[in-house]
């Protein structure tokens, strides 16, 4: 069992929690991902990993209520435990295994939207940790869905907050800050988004534009998390790969968003899964390298 040491609600259906879970806190890095059950007969729940600390053996996890399991979920408290909390699974991100002395030749933008500002965080906290310093956009709809705010402006090197209604910081979305910033004469080597898939397909557009690399974390389309269902298949580069196995990283002006949105929508009934397995066939699933599709 893992105990939950903090469980606290920090906006409108988006709830953070503290585990104890020593030998995932001793091996993980920033872009991973637990895997989560609350009983034994549990469905499996993949969250990323924001915060951990190897000292104490916890990690930190945020999510947010999208159905009935996490619905239970933040019913928990602390003191209560998880039965299952696995990981770290998916690959680290790139930056952790470049060299830190390279990576302060680098300009870093981070792109933030909603939910997403949890797998953010470890990243540019990890950075700030090296002496690098990194211009993060914090989106949300409302100043009232904003999370992690103190928590992201102790690591940034800048911190630029977005409120789609215009109730907090800048007005408009995240790419009009981007825009912004880039008019004002700032230069980046590498830009990492993650939120909201339309987010991400947005700024990828605007940074292909702009010849800035982009990274984008595909974390929002995972279910199973091993490879095995298929819900997380995507293509990136023309070829097949499966966010929780392959990813959760990858190159964003190579990732196709329009297919991977639509075929989010589709999954999501039994008779939609049942259609593309019949159209995608032995490419439906098998992530893990390990099954026969």
Same mark, same amino acid.
């Given at each position: 069992? $893992? ?32 895997? #989560? ?8 729940? /993949?969250?990323?990993?924001?915060? $951990?600390?190897?000292?104490? *053996?916890?990690?930190?996890? #945020?999510?947010?209520?999208? *159905?009935? %399991? ?13 039965? +299952? ?7 680290? %991100? !790139?930056?952790?295994?470049? +060299? ?6 680098? @300009? ?19 950075? =700030?940790? =090296?002496?690098?310093?990194? +211009? ?20 940034? &090197?800048?911190? $630029?907050?977005?409120?789609? +209604?215009? %109730?907090?910081? @800048?007005? *408009? ?10 008019? !004002? ?51 990136? *580069? ?9 990813? /959760? ?12 949105? %639509? @075929?989010?929508?589709? $999954?999501?009934?039994?008779? &939609? ?21």
């Amino acid at each position: 069992m $893992y105990k939950i040491l903090k469980a606290e609600e920090l906006t409108t259906n988006i709830y953070l929690m503290e585990v104890e879970a020593g030998r995932v806190a001793k091996h993980c890095q920033p872009g991973q991902f637990v895997i #989560v059950r609350m009983n034994e007969e549990g469905e499996r729940i /993949p969250l990323t990993i924001c915060d $951990y600390d190897r000292e104490k *053996g916890t990690i930190t996890i #945020v999510f947010q209520i999208v *159905g009935a %399991s996490t619905q239970m979920m933040a019913g928990l408290k602390a003191g209560d435990s998880f039965h +299952d909390f696995v990981g770290p699974l998916g690959c680290a %991100s !790139e930056i952790v295994k470049e +060299d830190p002395e390279r990576l302060k030749k680098k @300009r870093f933008l981070f792109v933030a939207g909603g939910v997403g500002t949890a797998p953010v965080y470890p990243q540019v906290k990890w950075l =700030h940790e =090296h002496g690098i310093a990194a +211009d993060v956009i914090m989106g949300s709809k409302t100043k009232e869905l904003l999370i992690l705010e103190k928590e992201m402006e102790a690591v940034a &090197g800048n911190l $630029y907050v977005t409120t789609d +209604d215009g %109730s907090y910081g @800048r007005s *408009g979305m995240v790419t009009q800050t981007i825009k912004d910033l880039v008019a !004002e004469g700032k230069q980046y080597d590498q830009c990492v988004a993650i939120g909201p898939m339309i987010m991400m397909k947005f700024v990828c557009l605007l940074t292909k534009e702009l010849q800035i690399p982009t990274i984008v974390s595909l974390n929002p389309i995972m279910v199973d998390g091993t490879g095995m269902c298929g819900a997380c298949r995507v293509t990136v *580069g023309g070829k097949v790969k499966f966010a929780c196995v392959d990813g /959760p990283e990858f190159d964003g002006h190579q990732v196709d968003f329009d297919e991977a949105m %639509s @075929r989010q929508q589709i $999954y999501k009934t039994a008779e &939609g899964r049942a259609f593309l397995k019949a159209k995608e066939g032995a490419t439906h699933h098998g992530g893990c390298g390990n099954c026969n599709g």
